[in-house]
T-cell receptor, first 114, second 112 residues
Framework: ETGVTQTPRHLVMGMTNKKSLKCEQHLGHNAMYWYKQSAKKPLELMFVYSLEERVENNSVPSRFSPECPNSSHLFLHLHTLQPEDSALYLC?????????????FGPGTRLTVT | SQKIEQNSEALNIQEGKTATLTCNYTNYSPAYLQWYRQDPGRGPVFLLLIRENEKEKRKERLKVTFDTTLKQSLFHITASQPADSATYLCALAPWGANNLFFGTGTRLTVIP
C-alpha cells in the first residue's frame, strides 16, 4: 500500500468549494489512473495518464479536472461538485498503460459533498 | 450491452473449505482477466492475471480458471482462512482497449 499514497484520506466539502486530491506513486511506473468507487457500483475509470499525457477521459464532467505534472504525481482538482459525487476516489499506477499490466492502487480519498 | 457480473454480492464459507467465486461477462472480448482483493477502507490489491489462451493459473492457495466459451472465470481459494475475508473483484482488459473494466465484487466471509 505504501507504493501509492493519496491525500487527504477523507474530505468533506460544500458544493461551492474548490479542493484537490493528490496521488503519488513510488514504483517508477509510467501510467496513472483516477477511479471513482460508489456503493454497489463497479469501479468507474475517470482518467488515464501515460508519461504525463492524458490518454483517456471517460466522459467525466468538467467539474473534475486532472493534472499530471510528472510521472510520479497525479492530482484531481474539484470544483462545484454535486452530492452524487460523494464516493471513494482511488488512484492507481501501472508500469505502462497497456491492458496486460496489473494496477497498484492507493488507499483512496473518501469524499463527501454536502 | 456490456456486463460483468460476479455471482453474488456476498458469500459465507466455513474455514478450511474451498471458496469459489464466479465472474461472468457479456459482450466483451477479453484479452486478459484479473482478480483483485479489496479490504474495507483500502484500495484493491492485485492477485492474479490470466490471458485468454490460458485455462488456469495458480498462486499458492489461489486458482483462477478462464473459459472464453462460457464467458466465465472462476476464482478459488483453497483451505480458506478468516484472513481471506474481503471483497474480491474481477476485471477485464478487452481487445481494442487499454483499460480495465471491473465487476461489482463479491464479499467473502470465512467463518471460523
Amino acid at each position: 500500500e505504501t507504493g501509492v499514497t493519496q491525500t487527504p484520506r477523507h474530505l468533506v466539502m460544500g458544493m461551492t468549494n474548490k479542493k484537490s486530491l493528490k496521488c503519488e506513486q513510488h514504483l517508477g511506473h509510467n501510467a496513472m489512473y483516477w477511479y471513482k468507487q460508489s456503493a454497489k457500483k463497479p469501479l468507474e475509470l475517470m482518467f488515464v495518464y501515460s508519461l504525463e499525457e492524458r490518454v483517456e477521459n471517460n466522459s467525466v464532467p468538467s467539474r473534475f479536472s486532472p493534472e499530471c505534472p510528472n510521472s510520479s504525481h497525479l492530482f484531481l482538482h474539484l470544483h462545484t461538485l454535486q452530492p452524487e459525487d460523494s464516493a471513494l476516489y482511488l488512484c492507481a499506477s501501472s508500469p505502462s498503460a497497456g491492458r496486460a499490466n496489473e494496477q497498484y492502487f492507493g488507499p483512496g480519498t473518501r469524499l463527501t459533498v454536502t | 450491452s456490456q456486463k460483468i457480473e460476479q455471482n453474488s454480492e456476498a458469500l459465507n464459507i466455513q474455514e478450511g473449505k474451498t471458496a469459489t467465486l464466479t465472474c461472468n461477462y457479456t459482450n466483451y472480448s477479453p484479452a486478459y482477466l484479473q482478480w483483485y482483493r479489496q479490504d474495507p477502507g483500502r484500495g484493491p490489491v492485485f492477485l492474479l492475471l490470466i490471458r485468454e489462451n490460458e485455462k488456469e493459473k495458480r498462486k499458492e492457495r489461489l486458482k483462477v480458471t478462464f473459459d472464453t466459451t462460457l464467458k466465465q472465470s472462476l476464482f478459488h481459494i483453497t483451505a480458506s482462512q478468516p484472513a481471506d475475508s474481503a471483497t474480491y473483484l474481477c476485471a477485464l482488459a478487452p481487445w481494442g482497449a487499454n483499460n480495465l473494466f471491473f465487476g461489482t465484487g463479491t464479499r467473502l466471509t470465512v467463518i471460523p
